[in-house]
């Protein structure tokens, strides 16, 4: 089993930063792609940006350009900085991971969320 837990959210006004962290620990083999989502109020959930094992990145067209998303693979763990921020910003932000075992299985894991508010 695997687990992941977020923190780095928080109140922040408009045009403010925040950093979001994402460690998974337990029964890790091989963690493939990562990746943030997000769900507002009244919203589905929706992918903010993902990251490959090799690095490559992936961003919703509405935060290219202010939001940042890497991972430290020695650490097991997923950041995403988050610059500029507005208020449609706000939403509980989801981290999730493919993780593929050492019997070739595999299963995606979510965090529990974070919240963010963007709000003057």
Aim: aromatic residues 10%; hydrophobic residues 30%.
């Amino acid at each position: 089993q695997l687990q992941l837990v977020e923190s780095g959210g928080g109140l922040v006004q408009p045009g403010g930063s925040l950093r979001l962290s994402c460690a998974a620990s337990g029964s890790i083999f091989k963690i493939y792609a990562m990746g943030w989502y997000r769900q507002a109020p009244g919203k589905q959930r929706e992918p903010v940006a993902t990251i490959t094992s090799g690095g490559s990145t992936n961003y919703a067209d509405s935060v290219k350009g202010r939001f940042t998303i890497s991972r430290d693979n020695a650490k097991n763990t997923l950041y995403l900085q988050m610059n500029s921020l507005k208020f449609e910003d706000t939403a509980v932000y989801y981290c999730n991971l493919l993780h593929v075992g050492l019997d070739s299985s595999r299963d995606i894991y979510w965090g529990q969320g974070t919240q963010v508010t963007v709000s003057s």
